[in-house]
């Protein structure tokens, strides 16, 4: 679950080329297809998911940091194949293999905030 999320956010990140102000592009019911579409062809790529450990003393990308607490030496960065790399301490599967079909559920747009609901159907 946790690993399609970081799917969802780097499909959002290409399709809309922006982080936050896609909104306007959801209402269209065209648009929730198309992103499912994006989402299960990533996954259905097999992308082994992998963890590296690096120090921000000598940061070589660009992550958003900003959510950080202070005093911090290292972080964990969460790469999906070559598809996505984010900060994470969350727990992630192996494989995208592992996650199964994502749907869409439902969508909105609350106070500068989209929340998308999703659920995946078990691996067959
Ligand atoms: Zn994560």
């Known amino acids: 679950m946790h690993s399609a999320e970081h799917i969802l956010n780097q499909v959002m990140v290409r399709m809309f080329n922006c982080g936050r102000c896609f909104s306007a592009h959801l209402n269209k019911k065209k648009s929730k297809c198309e992103i499912e579409t994006v989402v299960n062809k990533a996954i259905s790529t097999n992308l082994d998911v992998t963890e590296e450990i690096i120090s921000l003393e000598k940061p070589n990308r660009n992550f958003n940091l900003t959510r950080l607490p202070d005093g911090i030496e290292t972080i964990r960065i969460v790469n999906i194949g070559n598809y996505d790399s ?21 969508q909105d747009f609350n106070d500068g905030v989209l929340r998308i609901r999703y659920k995946l159907d078990d691996p067959e």
């Not at 984010?86 to 439902?106: K, L, V």
């Open 86 to 106: 984010c900060p994470c301490i969350g727990e992630h599967i192996d494989n995208t293999i592992e996650i199964g079909e994502f749907h869409i559920i439902s």
